[in-house]
């Protein structure tokens, strides 16, 4: 019995050692897979470590993109605003240029209004000098004509005066002769 007993104890003791070596073997596994593991993450971590600063470069690289397009975008904002200003003085000149180009071209029209006025006086005057350069001339003809008959008349007159002075004279002389 005792050898059946410490067989059983033997049997037990190598299927404890048998359990014991598989426990250490799985126990080792299980440290390997442990240590891959701890590894694994510590090459993750790291590998995330680094995408993490890489991404705080680029976030940080981005932040001064946009702090130069922010300045980039003032300074063409005060452009803007500045060229606006240009705009508007520019418009506001154009309107007083526009109103004085409409006062001129009102003062040109009344010019020519009344240049085209005198033009018709002119050609108005022309006709009347025109006309009376003919009534003048058909006067002076009339004048002519009447000076030559006024002529005529003085010199029938101055007949009629010297046959009547004669005619007095011959009356007197008769007359005398009938008095003697």
């Known amino acids: 019995m005792q050898t059946s007993a410490s067989r059983v104890l033997q049997e037990k003791l190598q299927e404890q050692r ?14 390997r897979c442990k240590d ?3 590894y694994s993450l510590k090459e993750a971590w790291e590998c995330k470590n680094q995408e993490f600063r890489d991404s705080q470069r680029e976030l940080s690289d981005l932040q001064e993109d946009i702090k130069s397009v922010r300045q980039i975008l003032e300074e063409k904002e005060t452009q803007i ?12 000149s154009l309107r007083q240029k ?11 029209i ?23 350069e ?22 029938t007159l ?17 007359l005398r002769v009938d008095y003697l």
């Open 18 to 31: 048998k359990e014991r070596q598989y426990f250490d073997e799985a126990l080792k596994e299980m440290n």
């Open 98 to 108: 526009d109103e004085e180009s409409d006062h001129i071209d009102s003062v040109e």
């Open 158 to 174: 101055l007949k009629k005066e010297t046959e009547h002075a004669l005619t007095c004279k011959s009356l007197e002389v008769r």
């Open 36 to 38: 891959l593991l701890e």
């Open 110 to 132: 009344d010019h020519q209004m009344q240049i085209d006025s005198l033009q018709e006086d002119i050609t108005y005057f022309e006709a009347t000098v025109k006309q009376l």
């Open 81 to 92: 605003q500045g060229n606006q200003r240009e705009i508007s003085r520019l418009e506001a």
């Open 134 to 155: 003919d009534s003048c001339d058909s006067l002076e003809a009339d004048l002519q004509s009447e000076e030559g008959r006024v002529r005529d008349l003085e010199a």
